[in-house]
C-alpha cells in the first residue's frame, strides 16, 4: 500500500514532542504534512499532503540537524496484515508497485520500535535480514555486496503483521541500528551520567571539533559534576577540570591531579583563570536558568565553548527546547564570533536534551 511519508524513530514516550519538531521543521521549508503517533509506540510518521514531495522531505534535513529524532525514513510503501508463511515474498510483491527511487540500494536494515513490545521482534528482525537480502538482490533491488556510499532500504516492523518499506540517504541518516548509539560504560567511572557526555562527544562533534574543544592540557568548568561522570570523561582526554559542586567528586578522579574541587554554586562560580576553553553543565535546574548561565559564560568569554544539558518538563518539551535555545542564540549572534550550535536528545540522555556550541571564530580567546 502506497504510503509517502517520513518516519521517525524516537524515544518511547516522546511521540508528541517529535511529531511537533516534524511539523514545525517541514512545515517551514513548505513540506506541509499532519503527523501520527500512539503514545510509547517510539515512532512517529509524518504523512506529506503532496507526495511528490517525498524526495525532497527525505533530504531536506540530517537526523543530526534534529532535536528528538533517531533516525528518518521516507517510506515508499506498508504493508498490513503480513502472513507468517512467506514474509520475503509479500515484501518483494510490494516492491513490486514501487517506484524505484534510485537504480540500487547499498544495503538493507530490518528494524523495530526501541520499546518493551518491539524487543520481541529483534530476533525475528535479525534472522529475516539475511533471506531478504538475499531475495533483494536477485530481485535487483540491492548492490552485490554491501555499499555504504548508496541510499539504504529499512523495513520497519511495527509488529509480526505490519511494516513500513522505506530509505534513508547515507549523508542525511544515523549510521546505527535503531539509531542507536549504544555506549560501553566504563567500569571506572564514578557515575552512568559519563555516557550522557561521551555520547555527546562522539555523536555531537565532528572530529575536527573534538580536537579543538577537548585538547590535551586544556581547562574545563564541569558545573554540578558530583560524582565526576562528565569529569571522567575530560580528564580522560588529558584536560585540567574545575569540578564545581557541594558535594563529593570521586577520590580516583581527585588523584589524578587534573581535578580541583570547589564547593560552592554553579551560578555564582568563575573560572580561576578568568577562562577556561570548555564549559560543561548537567545540573538539576530550570532550562531557562541554565540556559541563561550558560550564555553569561559565553558572552563574558569565560568558556570558549560549552556542552550542557537542558532538563524537560513534563509538556511543552519541544517549545521549551526551542525557547532555551532561542535564548542563547539571541545573545550569541549580538557577539562577533561565529558559533555551531546543535541539540540532541540522545540515546542516553533520558528527560533532557544535550546542546554543544563549539566557537568557531578564528582568533578563539
Known sequence: MSNKSVLAYCRPGYENDTANEMTTRYGEVGLYGYPVSKKNSGFVLYHIYDEGQLSQAASQFAVKETVFPRQLIAVLASLEDIEKEDRVGQVLECLKDIEKPFSLFGAIDVEYPDTEDGKTLAKFCKKFTVPLRQALRKAGWLTAKENTGKAKLHIFFESFETCYIGYSLPTHASKDHLGICRLKFPIDAPSRSTLKLEDALVNMLSA????????????????????????YQLVKRGMYVEAIDNGLVADTLMQTGLVEHHAVDGFTYKPQFGRVDLLVCDMIEQPDRVAKLMGDWLVKHWAT?????????????FETVEEAVALIKTRLN??????SVKVRHLYHDRDEVTVTIVRTSKDEV
Open 334 to 339: 549580538a557577539l562577533e564570533d561565529g558559533f
Open 305 to 317: 565553548h560549552a556542552i550542557f544539558n537542558l532538563k524537560l518538563p513534563m509538556k511543552r518539551r
Open 208 to 231: 575536527e571539533q573534538q580536537q579543538k574543544v577537548l585538547r590535551t592540557g586544556g581547562r574545563a568548568v564541569d558545573l554540578g559534576a558530583c560524582p565526576g561522570g562528565w569529569t
